[in-house]
């Protein structure tokens, strides 16, 4: 990809490109890591090393852990170096450091595939081949497989893609205990059905934005009504998914509150995005779903992490 080629005619980011100088401080560089994406993605692959082995060695935890971070932050950077034509044209992307010319095109490349092969290569020395292995995976699948060929060729870009979001916790896994077990697996599933609705809810909002940058979302393919059904339907599934932990042995009675409650809640707003279709309502309410969804999402994961990291842990069956 070249920034020559962009949609967009005349660009901060064509004039940095040309010159191949870095306006950019150290934030701007940090700002490529996606950082609150990160943040998701080492929580997640934390909870994946707790629920099986609670009782890791903290400076292998640690240092894979950092490892699994900078991996996904290598994965945030390649991606923005990709997008960076749409993200020009996009509202809520137009500000990020390549298209506001604040870093040039080939820096960004430069630092993302620095940190993927490095993240990779110590994931490998300070933990194992599988965990590295599966970390190498990921990261080709979210900059390759979704970036450069699902995201602009298919409205079920993001149930494909979603697999990459949903990896850390079987990294996490395999970087404590060797292997990927049933625990990891289950969380998997629980990221990969949650995250149709959550990003579909956004889209919803912003289906201009997404129209303009030529992005094939859900909305703008399907139209808003299928997109709904569709949000209902995952959401379906996610509600008693999200209770499998406690089927398999490893979700305790607090998780069992929490996502039972978490998935009634996500069940009334998705069924409100498929009631309510028109005028602010109707993005009221999809906000509120995308919003909630997070919190659901960290609800789960953060109370796995507390019933098994901190002892909460009691069984609600045997």
Sequence with gaps: MTLATNTLTETPTETLATAGVSQGDVSDFFALLKPRVMFLVVFTALVGMVVVHPDVNPVVAFASLLMIAVGAGASGCLNMWWDADIDAIMTRTRGRPIPAGRIAPNEALAFGMTLSVGSVIVLGLVSNVLAASLLAFTIVFYAVIYSMWLKRSTPQNIVIGGAAGALPPIVGQAAVAGYVGWESIILFAIIFIWTPPHFWALALVKSADYAR??????????????????????????????????????????????????????????FQVFRVRKGEAAMRVAQQLFAFSILY????????????GLGFFRPVFG
Excluded: C, K
């Design 213 to 270: 940058a030529g992005i094939p979302m859900m909305p703008n393919v399907a139209g808003p009504d299928s997109t709904r059904r569709q949000i209902l339907a995952y959401t379906v599934v996610l509600a008693p998914l999200g209770l499998a932990p406690v089927a398999f042995g490893f979700g305790g009675l607090a998780y069992a509150i929490i996502a039972t409650i978490g998935g009634l809640g996500m069940l009334a707003l998705a």
């Design 297 to 308: 999402l960290f609800l789960l994961f953060a109370t796995l992490l507390a019933e098994h």
